[in-house]
């Protein structure tokens, strides 16, 4: 692989209400910045948040090697299990379909590191854990398309820059 490739910045979204994913994504290569970076959010944990390798079953890590950061503070023992479990796995699937799809190089996954920051509801519940997986596939594939296609267009970025609006806050003009 050239260490001439550029990060790529990507964002997915999937879902609804508890179930939401919200998945950012930034995809580098090692041997540089980006992997002093990632090491460093991987040794640096902090109380409500343990950035961990993500794997697709235990002792086998995703490729390209995935840190998953949580956004939401972990807060009770189910939103835990549900952020390690249900949306690890789903972000774990979602990095393999993104290369089966062609939006990470397969000959290139022994030479990039993937940071995945994801945003698991506080207030899911056990009977979310299939949803909550499927959306995190979905997030995550989303993500690393957009960062490998860099999108979203500037077009988009400004047409929609008058009037900005999220699941939780609408911009009224």
């Known amino acids: 692989m050239s260490p001439a490739f550029v990060s790529q910045v990507g964002e997915g979204f999937a879902g609804s209400g508890t179930t939401v994913a919200h998945v950012n994504t930034v995809l580098g290569a090692r041997g540089g910045a980006f992997e002093t970076a990632w090491v460093g959010?991987?040794?640096?944990?902090?109380?409500?948040?343990?950035?961990?390798?993500?794997?697709?079953?235990?002792?086998?890590?995703?490729?390209?090697?995935?840190?998953?950061?949580?956004?939401?503070?972990?807060?009770?023992?189910?939103?835990?299990?549900?952020?390690?479990?249900?949306?690890?796995?789903?972000?774990?699937?979602?990095?393999?379909?993104?290369?089966?799809?062609?939006?990470?190089?397969?000959?290139?996954?022994?030479?990039?590191?993937?940071?995945?920051?994801?945003?698991?509801?506080p207030a899911v519940t056990t009977t979310d854990a299939d949803a909550v997986f499927e959306h995190n596939v979905e997030a995550t594939v989303g993500a690393l398309r957009a960062g490998a296609e860099r999108l979203p267009a500037w077009a988009d970025v400004e047409s929609s820059g008058d009037a900005p609006w999220n699941p939780y806050f609408r911009a009224e003009h």
């Open 41 to 121: 959010a991987l040794a640096s944990p902090t109380v409500g948040h343990t950035p961990f390798v993500v794997v697709t079953r235990p002792g086998v890590a995703v490729k390209p090697t995935t840190l998953f950061v949580n956004k939401a503070t972990i807060t009770t023992d189910v939103h835990g299990r549900l952020t390690w479990g249900a949306a690890q796995a789903g972000v774990a699937a979602g990095v393999v379909q993104a290369v089966l799809a062609g939006h990470v190089a397969r000959s290139a996954v022994d030479d990039l590191l993937l940071l995945a920051a994801v945003w698991v509801d």
